[in-house]
């Protein structure tokens, strides 16, 4: 069974920086796409950025282009989320996603119609 374990959520300052990790287990997870919603309040989760299974291609929702960085550690099964200069919009909690397609590039992740992987949920809340 796939199971994604988010961790390092918490509140920060605007202006600053916080990494988000989460750990797959179940399944080859080097053979796999990776990627990061969010969701607050009152709104619809929306993609963050996702990273493809093979050569590491990365995309970007526009809000965050240039300041969140997705990476993936495949002896790790973990894939991670630095976020930096945050604003106070960026207040949401963050969904680590996957699907269950292997060897696909992580563009699917784009669309929330291919997400078959959720992870728990962790809260980040930055202040102004």
């Known amino acids: 069974q796939v199971q994604l374990v988010e961790s390092g959520g918490g509140l920060v300052q605007a202006g600053g920086s916080l990494r988000l990790s989460c750990a797959a287990s179940g399944r080859t997870f080097s053979n796999y796409a990776m990627g990061w919603f969010r969701q607050a309040p009152g709104k619809e989760r929306e993609f963050v950025a996702a990273?493809?299974?093979?050569?590491?291609?990365?995309y970007y929702a526009d809000s965050v282009e240039g300041r969140f960085t997705i990476s993936r550690d495949n002896a790790k099964n973990t894939v991670y989320l630095q976020m930096n200069s945050l604003k106070p919009e960026d207040t949401a909690v963050y969904h680590c996603?996957?699907?269950?397609?292997?060897?696909?590039?992580?563009?699917?992740?784009?669309?929330?119609?291919?997400?078959?992987?959720w992870g728990q949920g962790n809260q980040v809340t930055v202040s102004s």
């Open positions: 996603a996957s699907t269950r397609r292997a060897c696909v590039s992580g563009s699917i992740l784009k669309s929330r119609s291919e997400v078959d992987y």
């Open positions: 990273i493809s299974w093979r050569d590491s291609i990365t």
